[in-house]
């Protein structure tokens, strides 16, 4: 073979042998309007506009090690450059996932530069690769979506809920989260949200898949404290396609839930807010009894929210610890007790009128109760008219003092007179 065809086969030889140029590969980049409800996951509370990307990689490792963004527009009034910081954001499903928010005013119009395009730079080392992302006009917050209630089985939890009352959406998405695996301080290890499942519906139900959590070694298990995420989705194009990049405005509230052997009723769930009261809001109808639980504790208070109709009854649970719970009412300055040693599975009637707030204690520590579990403490409550329930259940987690002994002489007379009601009525 001449010397000028062997130096040319191996010029191609080393030519093969040097390795492609790594690149950032950015995957559905996004921007749109969100507003997220109270949770215990560590998600700010409020209105934003969130952008960023679903993955964000270097083609030679696969990974987001490394990797920082930079989102950048020109303000419209003074012209200068403005730039936000774009962080990594991963979780067990979502472990490539770059976002940041910009919080909206409560009040007054929005700034125009959350409208002007916006350019999502992500840099490591020399290497660059960007997108531009931008808000449709006219775009908006949502409401959130209402009266999420758990129904089904143990095996498969079936979640519903209505849409949001002023706002039209083209789907929902539910995101479940493994509680356990959220971590939101770097000191402690890698950061991760806990996510573990997503999926897109355009029904406002769900029933809880095995198949469909997919991070690899992982599986949906009995016992384990989760919180879902149910999510309105308003898309840009007004069309099904619920992807990031297609969507406008987003409104996440959440709810916590553990799977146990139990189930088949349908239970109301709250909302857990930043105080550790957990928050309602679901549709009413007079003398319906609607099943609500939240966390456990040793008492509750259950309060209702403004506008909404009175408690006319609640049935406590039968089957917690020995069933007996005392009774407490509001008399305007404090607490006292109308039912010493009330019994579970019994209506107990507020009268006509009904109360707009009540206190139940006397639950024993040494039941054993997951406080994860929602039927754990399942209350039954009735209403006094139509509208809807927007109030509150709050765990007492601290011995609930003693009233003095003539009100608890009172107070005895009292639930003495209403128990003979309730025998009577």
Known sequence: MPSSVRFALAGLCLAAAVPAQAEIVITTPFMNFETRAQNTLGFLEGAYVRFGANSV????????????GVASTIDVFGGGLVERTVNANPGPSIPNFFSRYLTLPTSGALHPNLFQPWTLRFSKGNE?????????????PIGFVNSIALAGTAAAPTFSWTPPAQDQVQGYRVNIFDRSLVNNDPSKGPLSNGQVMSRDLQTPSYTVDPAHFTVPGYAFEFGKQYTIEISALQTRDGSTRTNNSNLQSVARVYAEFTPTE????QVQLPAVRADGAFEFNFAVAVNTTYYIDPLVAVGYDYQIGAGDPNFRSVVLPSDVGDGLYDLWLWNGSDWWLVAPDWLGGRTFDFGLAGVDRFRVTGIEAGAGLDPGDTTAFVTGVAFTGDGRFTGTQTPL????????????LFAGLAALALRRRQLNG
């Open 262 to 265: 139990t189930g088949g009723q």
């Open 397 to 408: 987690t601290q011995e609930v003092p003693e009233p003095p002994a003539a009100a608890l």
């Open 128 to 140: 660059s690769a960007s997108a531009q992302v931008q808000l449709p006009a006219g775009a908006r």
């Open 57 to 68: 990689v270097d083609s030679a490792t696969g990974s987001p090690a490394g990797i920082s």
